[in-house]
């Protein structure tokens, strides 16, 4: 596809140089919201198993979670959404929430403890992908029933140890955290499924948006619940159009077809950005790019050798040409939006200085072999390493390959350094934390495949601890301060050379507003627009 | 001569019935033979390729930070710890009773994407085919009948262009003139907001649901929508069926049997029209045949640029995807198409031409 997005980047080109305004111009109607956006990444609608981003954006319209982000103010963190209040113990294991009495689902039927409870159960009995989510609490197909259940109009929870209350409800705003109609899906199910196949397709919840139907590759259409408790959108009709290229997404929004363009390439973004009646809008997005080093290859061990590659990487350099618009400088693992982000880049590129500590470390003529995935801003960021490692007497082989083989071999420990991107699972702090900072056990039998650390060898030094800690840490506050400080440490110790953070350019009319696609820490909301 | 008893004992008689049937039955068994053994190499093939290339339909599933336990217990629910006979042969046993599986992609069946996906594909192919064809043939009897002359010149220049320029190119600039300046077409996706479902899906051609339904409405706008694409493919085929006919016909004309009808005071619409189109037939339902089919392998950059949710870009993104479920059953529809395209062309020629029968 690289040959493929190279063309059609081309031709793109070609339709900005030859567009400059367009005579006719249509018009969507005032109660209708017409976004183009790939989604060809929609496996499923079920909040129990979806994970992708696509389908997460129309999980967070349909359905209601016991606390919410706003979209209208993310940085508040969560609020009360079908929980109205919630008590934490003593201990700080059981938290008891208490339902709001005016929500009813699509299908008219009243929103329970029960259904919440039953919700939050069958992620964890479905154990799907995204389940982890929930278990890392000690939740349990076996013990679910007990830790997770109801009581009239009370949700208890009860976690396995003291988590900070913070940690446990920015989880629960994560997509598999969306309450079902308990009625609804058991109706409907097959062989002991809990409504996984017919909930994969279909939905029953009770948030804003009902999904009229999804058609894969070609659109979603969600219709807006009049009985909203938050009450009923302006927005009474959404519909989202699979538009795989950039430059048909830009005919389309500058022919007034559509409202919202979710995929233009930075030429397009350039050709709409001054166009009559479109605005552009930034949001950052949770995606890093980052590169690791192997603590098994005796050199990149070296403390100077790391502190040597963060010096290589000519940040505003890439910033300002291939990836403007797309990436933006951020050398922390707490993406900028969540949670104790730090907002500290102490890195530039400095040659002298990269040969100042290599020299130090005693390392000559090092010859590496990078792994990058074949996708076209990873390869370029590549390149442009390399061209700064062989400044300073580093030879960078460059392995290009599919997912399979570069994944394969970076979670065998087998790559000298990985060039690759990570975005996190939920928004909380501790998703990041607890893969870059946290490896409880480094030895190769641990098999540790889903910590980044581990699959670097990298002995956190302390920081495992203070990950720990910090996830039981009740004090909001404090605890924002643990993580800026695991962070310092972090961005000076690990092999982890933090490059950016995504940004997502959205262009839309200019009569759209509050259109969020959630930020870093969560997807798309609708029905807090307006046109 | 009388007819006499003797006579009438050896008269031939009428063949038995089986005489007849079984040389039928003969063909029609090694049809279905040939069929039959040509799609299980077709699936063979698929398959083993999907094994070998560098893609892990596990990782697909479980994503990129799953725990090795995790990867494993999807690794083993897919049957990829068994022999790849092995996974081939119940591979082919579903087949057989048309289940490809499936997709890891939407976690539907396959065949039920396929069911979706294809007649969108062949909705715009059968239109495409049918520009390419009513335009693309006059076009090149006329430039074989006027070899040299300024019409000649303008289809080289037309079959040209279609041949040499990037569809992807044209296809945008297509966009841009007809749909964003002109606004004479309806742009990307196959039917405008307001007709998105509408009409209930009887037969998946929008076209013909939005006719069955009366609702001319959505006929007129879905038409606005499929034009542009598929005169964009017709184009190519125009090209392509064009410069074919004109060769062909250009090696009927200088033939001593048109010189002769000529002699014979024959009009000039007769001798090309009756007599060497006429010999040209067969070889051009060959082409024609290859046309349609490559068509309903489904233009990926076309799709992708009109949004058009066809089987090429849905067996791309699956293969992008490691949906190899998705991609095997996509290939055996193709190479299914491809089978019946040549059977029907194969019948076309016994119609044709008295020496095929």
């Known amino acids: ?531 | 001569m009388a007819l006499t008893e003797d006579n009438k004992q050896r008269r031939p008689t009428r063949a038995p019935f089986s005489n007849h049937v079984w040389p039928i039955l003969k063909t029609a068994l090694l049809t279905l033979g040939s069929i039959a053994v040509t799609l299980i190499g077709l699936v063979f093939i698929t398959f083993v390729i999907g094994r070998v290339m560098p893609i892990d339909p596990v990782l697909a599933i479980v994503g990129e930070r799953a725990s090795q336990a995790t990867y494993d217990e999807v690794y083993f629910q897919l049957g990829l710890d068994k022999p790849v006979i092995v996974q081939f042969l119940y591979y082919l046993w579903d087949v057989v009773h048309l289940d490809f599986g499936i997709s890891l992609l939407n976690a539907r069946p396959v065949s039920e994407d396929i069911a979706r996906v294809f007649p969108a594909t062949l909705e715009l192919a059968t239109l495409g085919i049918f520009f390419g064809v009513v335009l693309g043939i006059p076009l090149g009897v006329l430039a074989a009948v006027h070899k040299g002359s300024w019409i000649d010149q303008i289809a080289r220049v037309v079959a040209l262009v279609g041949y040499s320029m990037p569809i992807f190119w044209l296809g945008l600039m297509g966009l841009l003139v007809f749909y964003g300046i002109l606004g004479w077409v309806g742009g990307p996706g196959r039917v405008g907001i307001f007709y998105i479902d509408v009409v209930p899906s009887v037969t998946g051609l929008i076209l013909v649901d939005t006719a069955l339904a009366g609702n001319w409405d959505a006929f007129k706008n879905a038409f606005s929508h499929i034009i542009l694409p598929a005169s964009l493919l017709g184009y190519f085929s125009l090209a392509y069926i064009s410069r074919m006919t004109r060769s062909f016909m250009l090696e009927q004309l200088s033939a001593e049997y048109i010189t002769t009808a000529r002699v014979k005071g024959m009009s000039e619409w007769n001798v090309v029209w009756k007599h060497a189109f006429k010999n040209i037939r067969v070889q051009l339902i060959t082409v024609i045949a290859l046309s349609y089919a490559n068509l309903l392998e489904g233009s990926v950059l076309t799709e992708i640029i009109f949004s058009w949710p066809g089987i090429g870009s849905y067996i791309t993104t699956a293969l992008l995807s490691a949906d190899m479920n998705a991609v095997l059953g996509g290939t055996v529809v193709v190479g299914l198409i491809f089978i019946l395209l040549n059977i029907f062309s194969d019948l076309l020629y016994r119609v044709f031409d008295p020496r095929a029968k």
């Open chain 1, 1 to 531: 596809m690289t040959m493929l997005s190279k063309l059609l980047t081309g031709a793109s080109l070609a339709l900005a140089v030859g567009v400059t305004s367009f005579p006719v111009y249509a018009e969507t109607p005032a109660n209708m919201l017409v976004i183009a956006n790939r989604i060809d990444d929609v496996t499923t609608i079920d909040p129990a198993e979806s994970f992708e981003f696509a389908g997460s954006d129309i999980s967070r319209n349909v359905y209601s979670r016991l606390v919410i982000l706003d979209p209208l103010d993310l940085e508040a963190g969560y609020k009360p959404d079908l929980a109205e209040s919630w008590d934490v113990s003593e201990d700080g294991k059981t938290i008891t929430f208490t339902m709001r009495d005016d929500a009813t689902f699509h299908s008219g039927n009243p929103v329970r403890a029960e259904d919440a409870a039953f919700s939050l159960q069958r992620a964890v009995i479905l154990n799907k992908t995204p389940a982890f989510i929930l278990t890392q609490f000690g939740f349990t197909p076996e013990n679910v029933t007990e830790t997770i259940r109801a009581d009239g109009n009370k949700l208890i929870i009860t976690t396995d140890q003291r988590y900070a209350t913070s940690f446990v409800l920015n989880c629960l705003t994560a997509t598999i955290g969306g309450v079902v109609d308990k009625e609804t899906v058991m109706a409907n199910e097959v062989d002991g499924d809990m409504g996984n196949v017919w909930l994969r397709t279909n939905s029953a919840g009770s948030g804003p948006y009902m999904l009229d139907r999804w058609t894969p590759n070609d659109n979603v259409t969600l219709s807006s619940n009049p009985d909203y408790y938050g009450g009923a959108p302006a927005m009474e009709r959404v519909i989202v159009r699979h538009v795989i290229e950039s430059a048909s997404q830009r005919l389309l929004l500058e022919r007034g077809d559509i409202d919202v363009a979710r995929n233009l390439n930075p030429e397009d973004i350039a050709g709409v950005s001054d166009a009559d009646g479109i605005q552009v809008v930034d949001e950052l997005k949770g995606r890093l790019m980052y590169l690791a080093l192997n603590q098994q290859h005796p050199e990149l061990s070296k403390p100077e050798v790391r502190q040597a590659f963060k010096y290589l990487v000519d940040y505003e350099g890439m910033q300002n040409s291939f990836l403007n618009g797309q990436y933006t400088i951020h050398q922390n693992f707490l993406p900028a939006t969540y949670l104790g982000a730090s907002d500290e880049n102490p890195f530039s590129y400095d040659l002298d200085k990269a040969r100042e500590l290599l020299e130090a470390a005693g390392v000559e003529n090092l010859e590496i072999e990078i792994g990058v995935r074949e996708a076209q801003e990873r390869m370029e960021i590549a390149q442009s390493f390399q061209n700064s490692a062989a400044q300073v007497g580093i030879t960078v082989n460059i392995t290009v390959g599919t997912a399979k083989q570069i994944l394969d071999r970076y979670r065998a420990r087998e790559l000298d350094v990985y060039l690759g991107a990570w975005g996190p699972d939920y928004p909380d702090p501790q998703t990041n934390a607890g893969t870059f900072a946290y490896n409880p056990d480094n030895s190769d039998e641990a098999n540790a495949t889903g910590l980044l650390a581990w699959r670097n060898s990298w002995d956190t030094g302390g920081l495992t601890e203070k990950v720990d800690a910090a996830v039981v840490e009740g004090d909001r506050e404090k605890r924002v301060q643990m993580y800026l400080d695991i962070q310092e440490e972090f961005r000076e110790t690990s092999p982890f050379v933090i490059m950016f953070q995504q940004i997502e350019q959205s262009a839309m009319r200019d009569n759209v507003t509050d259109f969020s696609t959630g930020q870093a820490v969560t997807n798309a909301a609708y029905w807090q627009v307006t046109k």
